[in-house]
């Protein structure tokens, strides 16, 4: 049944997660019926989205999913979108154990989970290695920066 199940989500353009998260392929701008929403930044809401396996932010408005890495931001047109079941919500990382926290993709074999920063402009989304006592490292107007202050998504 799992193998059924795993398969018409493939064929569907859905992925999940062991926590049961599931991912929507989409492109420029696209978020879904019901997207992860991280906050505002400054102006636009911005989405969870990943590309190349690599949790991030998607401004709806540009059309972008954008991913910090290795000091820089890159900009994706194609990528996928997290969806939400209504049972995500963003806490502080010490209001958190890492039981609760959702998987996002992997870089290099570490496995990376969703945060995101407030900065002057809003709720910057991006990617925590390391779990609840990490960094969270976003990309803002393309460079890349790290914060050991962050909100992480929880499925709790």
């Not at 636009?44 to 991030?56: E, K, L, S, T």
């Not at 910057?124 to 779990?131: E, R």
Request: glycine share 14%; proline share 2%; net charge positive.
């Amino acid at each position: 049944m799992k193998r059924f199940i795993f398969s018409a989500m493939t064929f569907l353009g859905l992925s999940a997660n062991a926590l049961g998260a599931t991912w929507i392929n989409a492109a420029n701008g696209q978020t879904g019926a019901n997207p992860v929403w991280v906050g505002r930044e400054g102006n636009a809401d911005a989405y969870v989205c990943r590309a190349n396996n690599i949790p991030g932010k998607l401004i709806k408005r540009d059309g972008k999913c954008y991913i910090g890495y290795y000091g820089k931001e890159y900009a994706y047109t194609s990528y996928q979108v997290l969806q939400n079941a209504g049972r995500y919500r963003f806490w502080s990382s010490t209001s958190l154990s890492d039981d609760y926290i959702v998987l996002g993709g992997s870089e290099n074999g570490t496995p990376l989970h969703i945060c995101r920063v407030r900065t002057s402009a809003g709720h910057v989304g991006g990617k925590l290695v390391g779990g609840v006592n990490g960094i969270c490292y976003y990309g803002y107007y393309g460079q890349e920066y790290s914060s050991r202050i962050f909100d992480a998504l929880s499925d709790a």
